[in-house]
């Protein structure tokens, strides 16, 4: 059984920083690709950013110069690293992987709130 788990939201002012963490834990042979997405009330779940196994990302254009994924392979983890928050990035933030256990599947974590408030 593999798990994602996140950490890291909360209320944030309006140009303050949060970093998201995500750690995938169980019977991992290995993980390929990572990513980040969110969901705002009333909106679809849109991709965030996103990394390769060989750390090539790639980012929304809404978080561009702004956020900054990264991961370490020793620890299974992926973060993200929030910067210059606005009201609008307010959403619950999703970690996704696809990991090769017996077999390759992707894996949603459980979401962490994300509040940018005055």
């Known amino acids: 059984q593999v798990q994602l788990v996140e950490s890291g939201g909360g209320l944030v002012q309006p140009g303050g920083s949060l970093k998201l963490s995500c750690a995938a834990s169980?019977?991992?042979?290995?993980?390929?690709?990572m990513a980040w997405y969110r969901q705002a009330p009333g909106k679809e779940r849109e991709l965030v950013a996103h990394?390769?196994?060989?750390?090539?990302?790639n980012y929304a254009d809404s978080v561009k110069g702004r956020f900054t994924i990264s991961r370490d392979n020793a620890k299974n983890t992926v973060f993200l690293q929030m910067d210059s928050l606005k009201p609008e990035d307010t959403a619950v933030y999703y970690c996704?992987?696809?990991?090769?256990?017996?077999?390759?599947?992707?894996?949603w974590g459980q979401g962490t709130q994300v509040t940018v408030s005055s």
């Open positions: 990394i390769t196994s060989g750390g090539s990302t």
């Open positions: 169980g019977s991992i042979f290995s993980i390929h690709a």
């Open positions: 996704n992987a696809y990991i090769v256990t017996g077999s390759y599947t992707n894996y």
